[in-house]
């Protein structure tokens, strides 16, 4: 899955491209408060699932159980994110709810600031940034509670004292200089043991190369993912894998995710759902890479069920290599009236192909099964929760791509959500340059914001093709940033082409233009909201953003394309030549595609390292100082949806009720109590 992310806290986005759907959203959702809480530099929301009432029943029962297993898998990303964090999240949740002293003094108050970013991003590192948080309490006070509350409520291991759990942790929480960074991606560094993620344990960046680059047979036109789901050790000097599967590493997480996998095999909507289901059950239960590609093959295949998911080990942006992959879930039903935009561009796929500015030895021939379609979402899990995408395209892999196709989703009630709470907070205001903009964002943005992600994911990811022989892993650390950058130019070149206004998707040729505006803006200044001040750019798809927009601002210097000027001494994007940024995407994308095509890794590694990583630090402070004074939180989240199955007296389910009044510790202590199916260390 390749993720478009919602980036600016003004970020509009629309489903009324086709119509119907967004309009009956909107009446379904004026009086739905969105805003949960908002705390440190995160925004908590709510999403509604509107049509989930007028599903058959079948439907229901089948999002109810696919709901359970994407919850059941909490504690898996937890621990994937640093072996501490499962330890640390039970610890502070016991002082959290056990806690009998004085809960408005300030080491308190920060304590729980402190839980909440950790559930928040899974672990005690930054889920964007990757560096490690700062507790505004102290260690004796964080003692002195663990102490004060039952023993019995602590994640002690057997025959652990107290003093013994805070020695263990006490230098995770507090040191600076222990495990900074989740994810660490400087050259020049070993970047496993440099990262304090948990998919390496005991071996060198180079030892993990070499063990995987012994794996793989360039003659292997259908590979295996090689190191996706396992943790790769060094035990008596000897390095192998553990593999995440029933009976092994993960175990007692994953079986509970089969027996739920188990009950929606049962009521799952066509056959092939079904085999999908059981598909993904074999994998679990086996752990073996190449019957994960047959699930994979079998998901592209199953485009007639309205109720799908993601359910595993998909993401590879959390392991410095892009080896191993995050486990997350998504559960979600079709839109039926929404998707019609996303079909229109799909099947338009070849003729987008043809056109594009690569040469054309990296292009495809043919375009296969390329599926898209706005969706509902209905929970999400692991990696995509509380944050999550808002677009979404898999498989990842690039054989399976090539001869399959793959399906791109575009998650339209959340980003109904996203605009909803975004709605008249100033930051528009105070970053865009003129009323001219202003009025051309006001009167499209929303429309091009959702054709720049459909074009991202629908037809981005699946474009082009590596020549015969190359790996698919050859970029390394490089590969993700890479991809996205690949993708996104590739909507940017589309947003502006006749075509669009042509297939009913623009109104006119002028709408481009404030996609271009909002994305250089968002590139080449308001993201570094994002980033603490002397940091660099870590984050793969910040990374593409600025990579993107810091080229065509160098490369368009001389006919003054696009400008960073001064009004009442504030800084803006002034674009003069849309005409000619629109050639520059194109030139971008063209040796981008060539990057990727023929596994350039020094290309690719001059593109990250001269474009996408540095950051100015004047600019960065006047951007930090200008937001502040919005109060606005530049990260937001989601809690979810509750559901509760109704039964008769046999235990058969005869309805399933929505609803949406939990707060956010309030679901997280749920979780915390139902899903932890971890112990405390793995």
């Not at 063990?211 to 943790?231: C, I, Q, W």
């Amino acid at each position: 899955m390749k993720k478009q992310i919602i980036v600016a806290a003004a970020a509009l986005t629309m489903l009324t491209a086709c119509g119907g759907s967004a309009t009956q959203a909107t009446k379904e959702t004026d009086k739905f408060d969105y805003t949960v809480e908002q705390f440190a530099d995160l925004q908590i929301l709510r999403y509604r699932v509107p049509g989930f009432e007028e599903l058959s029943l079948q439907q229901k029962e089948l999002i109810y159980y696919l709901t359970e297993a994407a919850l059941q898998g909490r504690d898996i990303l937890f621990d994937q994110n640093g072996k501490y964090n499962l330890v640390i999240r039970r610890a502070l949740e016991a002082v959290y709810t056990g806690y009998k002293g004085d809960r408005d003094n300030a080491d308190f108050q920060a304590l729980e600031v402190y839980l909440k970013r950790v559930w928040f991003s899974n672990g005690i590192h930054h889920h964007y940034g990757s560096e490690k948080f700062v507790p505004g309490f102290s260690q004796e006070f964080f003692r002195q509670a663990l102490q004060s509350i039952d023993a019995s409520a602590l994640p002690l291991a057997e025959g652990e004292t107290i003093d013994q759990l805070c020695d263990e942790i006490f230098p995770v929480i507090f040191d600076p200089k222990v495990m900074p960074k989740r994810v660490n991606q400087a050259d020049g560094q070993d970047l496993i043991l440099t990262s304090a993620c948990n998919y390496y344990d005991g071996v060198t960046q180079e030892e993990a190369e070499a063990f995987y680059g012994a794996m793989k047979d360039p003659k292997d036109e259908t590979p295996v993912s090689y190191g996706l789901n396992s943790r790769l050790v060094k035990e008596n000097g000897k390095i192998e894998e553990k593999v995440w599967k029933a009976g092994g590493l993960y175990g007692s997480a994953i079986e509970k995710i089969i027996y739920w996998l188990k009950k929606a095999e049962q009521v799952a909507e066509t056959p092939e759902q079904k085999a999908v289901i059981g598909k993904l059950i074999a994998f679990y239960e086996t752990g073996d890479l190449k019957t994960f590609d047959e699930y994979a093959i079998l998901w592209v295949k199953d485009l007639n069920s309205r109720v799908d998911f993601v359910n595993g080990f998909t993401e590879t942006y959390g392991d410095p290599l892009g080896l191993k992959a995050s486990w997350e879930a998504l559960v979600n039903f079709k839109d039926l009236e929404a998707t019609h935009r996303t079909e229109v561009i799909s099947g338009n796929a070849q003729w987008f192909e043809d056109h594009s500015p690569v040469d054309k030895r990296f292009k495809k021939e043919q375009v296969k099964g390329v599926s898209a379609k706005v969706i509902t979402a209905a929970i999400l899990g692991g990696d995509l929760y509380p944050s999550t995408a808002i677009g979404i395209n898999l498989p990842n892999a690039n054989w399976i791509r090539s001869t399959y196709g793959s399906k791109s989703v575009t998650i339209g009630n959340i980003t109904d959500a996203y605009n909803k709470a975004a709605h008249g907070n100033g930051f528009n205001e105070e970053f865009v340059y003129s009323d001219v903009e202003l009025k051309r964002i006001d009167r499209y943005a929303d429309l091009t914001d959702n054709l720049h992600t459909d074009l991202h994911e629908c037809l981005g990811h699946g474009s082009g093709k590596l020549l015969p022989g190359v790996d698919p892993d050859a970029l390394k650390a490089y590969g993700s940033t890479i991809e996205e950058a690949r993708a996104d130019l590739f909507g940017l070149y589309y947003v502006a082409d006749p075509k669009l206004v042509e297939l009913g998707l623009l109104p006119d040729m002028e709408a481009y233009k404030a996609q271009y505006y909002t994305y250089l803006m968002n590139g080449l200044m308001t993201q570094l909201v994002r980033i603490e001040p002397g940091n660099s750019i870590e984050e793969a798809h910040m990374r593409n953003r600025q990579l993107i927009a810091r080229w065509v601002y160098e490369k368009g210097a001389a006919d003054k394309v696009v400008e960073l000027v001064k009004k009442e001494g504030k800084t803006y994007v002034v674009i003069n030549d849309y005409g000619k940024l629109r050639a520059l995407f194109g030139d971008l994308l063209a040796e981008i595609q060539r990057v990727k095509s023929t596994g350039d890794f020094a290309a690719a590694r001059d593109l990250v390292e001269n474009y996408a990583v540095k950051v100015d630090p004047a600019l960065h402070a006047e951007v930090l100082e200008r937001y502040k004074k919005l109060n606005l939180a530049p990260y937001k989240g989601f809690v979810n949806p509750k559901y509760e199955a109704v039964t008769d007296s046999e235990g058969r389910i005869t309805d399933v009720k929505v609803s949406y009044e939990e707060g956010y510790a309030e679901q997280m202590l749920r979780y915390a109590k139902d899903y932890s199916t971890l112990p405390d260390r793995n």
